[in-house]
């Protein structure tokens, strides 16, 4: 069954806060390396603003959807254990 790309019918946004706009930066950095394995098939768009990197999924199915955010949860633990393993700023 082929999917027309404009069939972006599942979506998500995600928010989190590295309370600092230090922390915020390096894992920015280090998450948006990673880009999609199937672009025709899942988008993110990441921004990061005030301490804070916000994520939009978008994908054509759900299973594509729930891949996508969950290997970037699994990143975004890497880079927070990481942070607050080496440093980083943690201003409150």
């Not at 891949?67 to 201003?91: C, K, P, R």
Request: charged share 25%.
């Amino acid at each position: 069954m082929d999917v027309a790309p404009s069939n972006w019918d599942f979506s998500c946004d995600f928010e989190i806060n590295f309370g600092s706009s230090e922390n915020a930066s390096i894992a920015y950095s280090v998450l948006s390396v990673d880009k999609e394995l199937q672009p025709d098939k899942v988008r993110r768009e990441m921004s990061v603003s005030d301490g804070k990197i916000f994520v939009h999924f978008e994908a054509v199915e759900a299973r594509f959807l729930r891949a996508s955010f969950s290997s970037l949860v699994d990143n975004m633990v890497l880079a927070t254990q990481f942070i607050e393993e080496y440093g980083g700023n943690n201003e409150n």
